[in-house]
């Protein structure tokens, strides 16, 4: 990679990195821990990476050796990202999520945001769910969103319609935060017109782990889930389908369920009894071990489970007995 000028910000260069052949998710976190082990900023490694260094592989070398994409198109997509006040997180911005380390995901050392950066770091529950829902659910959604913000949690959904959106409002409604996750470049994303009156400079995130200018693709919104479950502390399912339909086709929301599992993450599953339409997902996952969760006492059950109350050592074992849930 060719630098014109050595006295870009370093998140241009990441930026402009990131845009290089041949340089994906993996290659970027090597990079990013040979810099953190060796002390070295990523301009320092890209000025001398031609110097004979074996702790540099030689297929690292040759890749921050390799012609950059045009640069007058990268400079003028950067100008456009800082136009919209796009904020580039790096493991080294104090706002990237600590939960993203190379060991323990597929999500770029790179994230593009908007919006107020500290709710990276926020205390959060996600919630997801179907897009297609009836309006008794989505307004159950809305309530429980409204709950959990006025309790002083950050809400984290992916953004799309249904209960993403009745998730994002019912948190802006009542004056809490929001964060958006989106499935797409973060330079194609739109304020739709039931937020605009919500949205102020301090409520709300947008994030995204997609190229500025990438589009909208099912590949992506599957990839996005595991973003939306690694900002929260829980995941919340209003609804889900099965994991595949009668067509083989994934559930979106399955499928972020299955991500929060293998995270270690309370899932907590809207009991399925409780909805007006039976949804068999919801069944399937409080199966694999989700938290049965009934409406009229969601956000205790929810708070209880995340801080339990604790039990003192000196306290009688029938004390204790009486704790546990039957």
Request: some cysteine; charged content about 15%.
């Amino acid at each position: 990679m060719k630098l014109l000028d050595t006295n870009h910000a370093t998140d241009y260069l990441w930026f402009q990195l990131a845009q290089t052949q041949g340089v994906g998710t993996q290659t970027l976190w090597e990079i990013q821990e040979y810099c953190k082990n060796n002390n070295l900023s990523l301009s320092d490694l890209i000025r001398f990476s031609t110097i004979d260094d074996r702790t540099l592989s030689s297929r690292l070398r040759t890749i921050l050796n390799r012609p950059s994409p045009d640069l007058d198109t990268l400079h003028t997509t950067y100008q456009t990202l800082q136009h919209h006040r796009v904020i580039l997180l790096t493991p080294d911005h104090p706002y990237f999520p600590p939960t993203l380390t190379p060991s323990n995901t597929r999500i770029p050392p790179l994230l593009y945001s908007r919006g107020h950066t500290p709710l990276a770091l926020a205390p959060s529950l996600a919630i997801v769910g179907s897009r297609q829902v009836d309006p008794d659910t989505l307004a159950l959604t809305h309530t429980l969103a409204q709950n959990l913000a006025r309790s002083g949690y950050n809400i984290v959904s992916g953004y799309a319609k249904g209960i993403d959106t009745a998730a994002h409002l019912g948190a802006l409604q009542a004056e809490g935060t929001t964060t958006l996750v989106l499935s797409l470049g973060i330079l194609n994303f739109e304020a739709r017109k039931e937020f605009k009156p919500w949205f102020t400079a301090t409520n709300t995130l947008v994030l995204s782990q997609f190229p500025p200018q990438a589009g909208w693709f099912a590949r992506q919104a599957m990839a996005r889930n595991e973003l939306v479950c690694r900002l929260a502390q829980a995941v919340i399912v209003i609804t889900s389908g099965p994991e595949r339909d009668d067509r083989g086709r994934m559930s979106g929301t399955f499928a972020a369920a299955k991500s929060a599992f293998q995270l270690g993450l309370p899932v907590f599953v809207l009991s399925p009894h409780a909805l007006p339409q039976f949804p068999s997902g919801n069944a399937d996952l409080l199966q694999l071990g989700g938290i049965e969760l009934f409406p009229d006492r969601a956000p205790q059950q929810i708070q209880t489970h995340l801080n339990p109350t604790p039990v003192p050592d000196s306290a009688p074992v029938i004390q204790q007995l009486e704790l546990i849930p039957h």
